[in-house]
């Protein structure tokens, strides 16, 4: 309205605003970069590339413990250092306020003739992003020769039996003890850990809520998100040095299943703890006192109040926590036995060893399964919440 220029709005008002959030995402994305270990170890090491990710599991999986636990320490160091960086540029500039209220109200642009190839751009790279690479999948894990993906399809990969000339005689997927073995702890492993990280974030994050302002709620606070700092393959390492060996009374875990149960409770707790103060944030402590002056205890009140009123946000966290675990490979690498396989790990091992084929159908799986998963969310929490009908 005061005739400034189309440059001059983006570059003085949308830019300076949506910097914190951008500088957040950049930094978030740079660490999970920095401690990815799939896509180098499957692309780089072919051509001998090597990252800090993938010589920690190689120190690691040939005994140089030690060696390894300074490259876990010098993974947090990097990731740390780059979010403290990161926190101190937008420290200053978290005092903006959206003039018009809520900022996350939706608001449509005009876009003129620019309209139709927005629109196919944003299509190409939709299919190209999300559909192709599952049709690549599909038809990679049904074609019997990497180099010919739609022809001589076969679902051996798949329903064969064991013995014959292909796949050097490994059975398909279903008909492999080992894989659906996989599969069974992959899902009790993603069950179990989004069940403890929902109940011990919400424990954490009603403590954060009701006790805001005092010293007990930021130390609890930045604990609580403290395995963000850390990368995962590096937070494994950490957990393989606590409990790798005998502590006093404590046994070793190593090699156990419970293992992989702290150490992934741990190192998702902040995305659970997130999600209960979001939703906590907007309970009222009107609804808790007057249950409390009925008589109500705390384990009441939690289990007839917070916990009906916050089951929807917590059942999206648990959710995200369970995908999450189903597709992580980072965490598990350095955690994973012959006792407790899981899926990703057996995808890369088939995928290192050459057996793409096998690689790609678990792949498939897993998604699958994280599809549906996002499924039963919405339906339950639909069902949860029949008043928004």
């Given at each position: ?6 440059g001059?709005?983006?570059f ?9 959030a ?5 930094s ?5 970069a920095?401690?990815n ?5 499957l ?10 990710s ?17 490259l876990?320490l ?5 990731s ?27 608001k ?5 003739v620019?309209?139709?190839p927005?629109?196919a751009?944003a ?21 019997p020769?990497g180099?010919?993906l ?12 064991g013995g014959g000339?292909?796949?050097q ?10 894989i659906?073995?996989?599969l069974w702890n ?8 989004a069940?403890t990280?929902?109940?011990l ?6 403590t954060?809520v ?5 010293w007990?709620?930021t130390?609890?606070?930045q604990?609580a998100?403290?395995p ?11 957990y ?12 070793s875990l190593y ?7 702290l150490a992934?409770t741990?190192h ?9 103060r979001?939703?906590?944030?907007q309970?009222?402590?009107?609804i ?19 916990f009906p ?12 926590v369970?995908v999450?675990m189903v597709?992580?490979l ?8 012959a006792?407790?396989?899981v ?14 084929q096998f690689?790609n ?15 039963a969310?919405?339906l ?5 919440q029949k008043?928004?009908?």
């Amino acid at each position: 309205m005061s005739g400034a220029r189309r440059g001059r709005i983006f570059f003085g008002i949308v830019l300076p605003v949506a910097t914190p959030a951008l500088v957040a995402a950049a930094s978030l994305t740079f660490a999970g970069a920095v401690a990815n270990f799939a896509a180098p170890a499957l692309l780089g090491l072919p051509v001998r590339m090597q990252t800090l990710s993938t010589r920690l599991f190689g120190m690691i999986e040939t005994g140089e413990t030690e060696r390894g636990f300074v490259l876990a320490l010098l993974l947090i160091a990097v990731s740390a250092a780059l979010l403290f960086c990161s926190d101190r540029l937008v420290a200053g500039r978290k005092a903006f306020t959206t003039v018009t209220g809520k900022g996350g109200r939706i608001k449509r642009f005009p876009l003129g003739v620019w309209r139709w190839p927005l629109f196919a751009a944003a299509l190409v790279i939709g299919l190209a992003t999300s559909v192709l690479p599952v049709l690549v999948l599909a038809a990679s894990s049904l074609a019997p020769q990497g180099g010919a993906l739609f022809s001589n399809w076969t679902l051996h990969f798949w329903i064969g039996e064991g013995g014959g000339a292909l796949a050097q005689g490994q059975a398909g997927l279903f008909r492999n003890p080992m894989i659906v073995e996989a599969l069974w702890n992959t899902m009790k492993l993603g069950l179990t850990v989004a069940l403890t990280t929902m109940l011990l974030g919400l424990a954490l994050a009603y403590t954060i809520v009701r006790n805001k302002g005092t010293w007990l709620a930021t130390v609890l606070s930045q604990l609580a998100f403290l395995p963000l700092l850390v990368p995962s393959i590096a937070f494994a390492a950490a957990y393989i040095a606590l409990f790798g060996a005998p502590i006093g009374p404590l046994p070793s875990l190593y090699g156990t299943f419970a293992l992989l149960v702290l150490a992934a409770t741990a190192h998702n707790l902040p995305y659970a703890v997130q999600s209960g103060r979001s939703v906590l944030g907007q309970i009222s402590n009107d609804i808790e006192e007057s249950a409390r002056l009925t008589g109500a205890g705390l384990l009441t009140r939690l289990v007839f109040i917070i916990f009906p009123l916050t089951i929807r946000g917590l059942l999206a966290g648990a959710i995200l926590v369970f995908v999450k675990m189903v597709r992580d490979l980072s965490l598990v690498v350095l955690l994973f036995t012959a006792t407790s396989p899981v899926l990703s790990m057996v995808a890369y091992r088939y995928a290192s060893e050459g057996f793409m084929q096998f690689a790609n159908a678990i792949t498939l799986v897993i998604l699958v399964i994280c599809l549906a998963a996002s499924l039963a969310a919405h339906l339950i929490q639909t069902r949860v919440q029949k008043w928004k009908q």
